[in-house]
């Protein structure tokens, strides 16, 4: 999840910026780096469920310059791990106002193995106005801004799994179009 920080990042760009204009130009050069930017488009959906004393996690997102990734995991009663889980990066998730998901589950005991599969299908509608978004994180060595539009979705989706219908609520659902810019962050260094 992206933190806003827009406050610290401002006043730190300022002053980096201070900084670099009375820099030496042999000096600046050494911490020029490459700024990564990449236009992302796509969905994402994390939903939960509940059925038989079980629970049902499901997350599907879709980024059109990472591709596809859908998960689930389901628990028993009082249970701490999850009792089955699965994954899967299928070239599909979602089509105009809909959803559909095959994933295959394996148990997670000792004994392990396939364990069937989970068909997730639904539908989807805008829930508002697309909004804009800018957020700034440092993560990983790399100072991460985005900048684009979310788009909140009304998501009514099920899951068929083990035999059983779990209906699902999609608390997070959202569309997103976003140019996402990661800038290598330079170690300081510190002398004595």
């Not at 980096?16 to 000096?27: E, I, N, Q, R, T």
């Not at 780096?33 to 236009?39: L, P």
């Not at 193995?113 to 990983?140: C, F, K």
């Amino acid at each position: 999840m992206m933190v806003r920080r827009w406050g610290k990042v401002v006043a730190s760009g300022a002053a980096l910026g201070s900084l670099m204009v009375f820099a030496p130009s042999a000096h600046a050069q050494e911490h020029v780096s490459t700024v990564e930017v990449t236009q992302e488009r796509g969905t994402a959906l994390s939903c939960h469920g509940t059925s038989g004393g079980r629970s049902v996690a499901v997350s599907l997102y879709s980024n059109s310059a990472f591709g596809n990734f859908a998960a689930v995991a389901v628990e028993g009663p009082g249970s701490q791990e999850p009792l089955y889980t699965g994954d899967a990066q299928p070239d599909r998730l979602f089509g105009d106002h809909t959803v559909n998901a095959v994933i295959p589950l394996t148990r997670s005991s000792a004994a392990g193995g396939p364990a069937g599969r989970a068909v997730v299908v639904g539908t989807l509608r805008a829930a508002a106005r697309p909004t804009d978004v800018h957020e700034t994180l440092q993560d990983g060595g790399y100072l991460i801004e985005t900048t684009g539009t979310r788009q909140e979705l009304a998501a009514t989706v099920r899951t068929v799994l083990l035999g059983q219908a779990v209906p699902l609520t999609c608390a997070d659902s959202f569309r997103f179009d976003l140019e996402v810019r990661r800038t290598p962050v330079q170690p300081t260094t510190h002398t004595r």
